[in-house]
């Protein structure tokens, strides 16, 4: 079966620091990957989809970056944090049309 | 484009009592739908999905969606709730317009009470 996994669960970085999420999938080939961010108490934020190595698109401008550098790893960066960068990151990959979500990192810019 | 929109972002309700949380879809091409369930702390988990078919799709724990393809509808049902059903409830929709994209509804949250 499938599973996906995300790290760190939670993550306290000053404002100013960078950043580097992690998200790996196991028991897929060649997965549709996605990050998306979740403001409290809000819906969803697509950020980035990958439909393969290397292939990274972006949804709404910002100071975060995405790279897939393996198949089944997806990596979610930035170089400088701002506070509007606090929220919950989740990634999720895709088959047969539904998503099926990471456990998520909550992220807290101070 | 797509959009989602539920209706309600709270629903309070007591336990054993029947609810329904709606949700409307807006499309220009054929659409998938779906519900995901997020309890508190966790990631998004899918509860169920119409791709086609009987318009009549159901989970395993007892809840029960619709499409309405005239409504654009695709309310979520479960005749009789308990506590461990609160959770914020995520109505989304999928159209491949030269890349398959979801897109989420703003989420209910369910309030079961005793």
């Known amino acids: 079966s499938q599973t996906i996994h995300q790290w760190p669960a939670t993550l306290v970085q000053p404002v100013g620091s960078p950043l580097s999420l992690e998200c790996t999938v196991e028991?897929?080939?060649?997965?549709?990957l996605y990050w998306y961010r979740q403001a409290a108490g809000r819906g969803l934020q697509l950020l980035f989809y990958?439909?393969?190595?290397?292939?990274i698109s972006s949804e709404v401008p910002q100071n975060l970056s995405a790279s897939r550098p393996q198949d089944r790893q997806f990596i979610l960066s930035s170089k400088k944090l701002l506070l509007s960068d606090s929220g919950f990151y989740l990634c999720?990959?895709?088959?047969?049309?539904?998503?099926?979500f990471g456990p998520g990192t909550r992220l807290l810019v101070l | 484009a797509q959009s989602v929109t539920q209706l309600d972002s709270q629903v309070p309700v007591f336990e054993e009592a029947p609810v329904e949380l709606r949700c409307n879809y807006s499309?220009?091409?054929?659409?998938?739908l779906f519900w995901y369930v997020q309890y508190p702390n966790q990631g998004l988990q899918l509860l169920l999905k119409?791709?086609?078919?009987?318009?009549l799709v159901e989970s395993i724990n007892g809840f029960e969606a619709e499409f309405n393809k005239s409504q654009t509808s695709f309310h979520l049902r479960k005749p009789s709730v308990h506590i461990s059903d609160t959770a914020e409830y995520f109505c989304?929709?999928?159209?491949?317009?030269?890349?398959?994209?979801?897109?989420f509804g703003a989420g209910t949250r369910l309030f079961v009470k005793a």
């Open positions: 989304a929709v999928g159209a491949n317009t030269g890349g398959f994209k979801t897109i």
């Open positions: 119409y791709l086609s078919g009987s318009t």
């Open positions: 028991g897929t080939s060649n997965p549709n």
């Open positions: 499309s220009s091409v054929s659409v998938y």
């Open positions: 999720a990959w895709s088959s047969e049309w539904a998503q099926y």
């Open positions: 990958s439909v393969g190595i290397g292939q």
